[in-house]
């Protein structure tokens, strides 16, 4: 007799929307885990019934892609970085403020344009420049939320590994996300934004000089350390000068 995970997983590669593969395997993984298959039952969180729901039922048409959203910009761009010495590239988060919504989907914490803390999710984008030209070309750009259970910030992360948190479920919960893989904060998804452009960028003129522009917030030494390593030309809006780090 066939299990249920081995009927149904062939059947999931064929569908082309990674994220609706991904949501579909963890409700198979649910449902045998449970062993039912009342979704009602199977989600304590009700904004995640009501997607799965959605899902199911094809009213949930629009799934974006974000990776391959952001290989199709960085194709698109190829024209632009042909013939040109130094790019400037400037990197900075933004916002989507959400502060009226509540039950939205890993909902997490923002900083609105009164300096006060909302509902909203944060973007992390990148762009190119060209001064001369008087022109901007869109990069990339990574959605996220500090507030899905798999975003440990750099406070939490610290506490975690000395010990100081102490809801049991919350370590556990850490402590899987770190062995799948799953873990992230806003520094990894900076680096690997970075890192991606970069490997483009390189891969169209290996002798391009390339000027990363970061906001004050994101002087790290860590990150004076990746821009080392990918021979770029880092400036950061609390420096004053432009430095080779």
Known sequence: MCKLKQYLLPLLARLAQKQVRDNLKKLIDKMVAKGGSNLYSLYEN???YVNVCRMLSGDLKTVVDTDKLNISLLQNAIPFFKGKK???????????RKPDSRVLDGLGKVQ???NTVVNGYNTFATI????????VRL??????SNGVDSY???EERKAYETGQIKDPQ????????????ESHH?????????RLVSAHIKSIDPDISVVDIFDRGFDDVELFELETALQHLCQNKGCANMKKH
């Open 152 to 154: 440990v910030s750099k």
């Open 170 to 181: 919350r370590r556990a919960a850490i402590a899987a996300y770190d062995a799948s893989g």
């Open 112 to 114: 609105s344009l009164d």
């Open 128 to 135: 190119a420049v060209d001064v001369g030209g008087r022109e």
């Open 46 to 48: 009700k904004s995640e």
């Open 139 to 144: 990069l990339a750009c990574t959605p996220f």
């Open 186 to 194: 806003q520094k990894d998804i900076v680096f690997a934004q970075v």
């Open 86 to 96: 130094v790019v400037s590239i400037v990197h900075d988060c933004s916002p989507i």
